[in-house]
């Protein structure tokens, strides 16, 4: 997972099998289109699944540690990575997709199928867990997105099925909009409702108006690809 702060300056984070085998999280920017690339190595915590900026400094992060289980961490920067604080949410979940536009409103999605909410910067937590056929909900969620028409978000495990959900009330209530045979693991949709959702094996989906009458399977299998010059590109002068 990552982020651009302009054409030369990114940050991105994730994890990596160590020489003494054990996964450890990373972070890792740049300021000059990749060139050089600073790192910052995370011992206490095995992985980082999903980073999210709202603004030019101020940016959150979620991983997970191990100490006989696993458990989520959220960390919070004010200085564009530089630096990290942990932020408590009270609850020992895994956490494995995270939304935010602002900094009072931050959304988790956890590997249990539950999302957990603040509207006051972390100060204090909510937790939402749905059904499906009156059984609680156990598949992660994998993404979170958000338009003017409240949020939009996906589960999916691999062999598992993917769903979309939908919700206008900050996700204490959610409609299911789509179900299917692959594993969903992001979606992205306009305020005019259309957007797409991918998932395993090239699987997409085109959203037509954000209902569930009006998704519509598009899975193709990719067979082939090639990389064209873009010009200008930053990354290749």
């Known amino acids: 997972s990552g982020h651009m702060f302009s054409g030369y300056t990114a940050i991105a984070c994730g994890e990596f099998w160590s020489s003494s085998n054990t996964w450890k999280g990373f972070v890792v920017s740049t300021s000059n289109a990749g060139f050089n690339w600073n790192y910052q190595l995370h011992d206490s915590i095995q992985s980082f699944t999903a980073l999210r900026f709202y603004d030019a400094k101020n940016g959150l992060m979620i991983g997970r540690r191990s100490s006989g289980s696993w458990s989520g961490v959220l960390l919070k920067t004010t200085d564009r990575g530089s630096s990290w604080r942990s932020i408590p949410t009270g609850y020992t979940k895994t956490y494995s997709s995270l939304f935010t536009t602002d900094s009072m409103?931050?959304?988790?999605?956890?590997?249990?199928?539950?999302?957990?909410?603040?509207?006051?910067?972390?100060?204090?937590w909510s937790i939402h867990e749905y059904t499906i056929n009156g059984l609680p909900m156990t598949t992660k969620i994998t993404s979170i997105a958000e338009t003017t028409q409240g949020l939009y978000f996906t589960t999916g495990m691999e062999g598992d099925h993917g769903r979309i959900y939908?919700?206008?009330?900050?996700?204490?209530?959610?409609?299911?909009?789509?179900?299917?045979?692959?594993?969903?693991?992001?979606?992205?949709?306009?305020?005019?409702?259309?957007?797409?959702?991918?998932?395993?094996?090239?699987?997409?989906?085109?959203?037509?108006?954000?209902?569930?009458?009006?998704?519509?399977?598009?899975?193709?299998?990719?067979?082939?690809?090639?990389?064209?010059?873009?010009?200008?590109?930053?990354?290749?002068?």
Request: hydrophobic share 35%; aromatic share 8%.
């Open 105 to 124: 409103r931050w959304i988790i999605g956890c590997n249990d199928g539950s999302l957990l909410v603040t509207t006051n910067g972390g100060n204090s």
């Open 166 to 237: 939908h919700s206008s009330d900050l996700g204490v209530t959610a409609s299911l909009m789509y179900s299917g045979k692959q594993a969903l693991w992001s979606i992205t949709i306009s305020d005019s409702g259309n957007g797409i959702a991918v998932g395993d094996s090239g699987y997409i989906l085109k959203l037509m108006k954000g209902t569930s009458t009006a998704v519509h399977d598009r899975s193709q299998h990719i067979d082939r690809f090639s990389l064209d010059q873009n010009f200008p590109n930053p990354f290749n002068p």
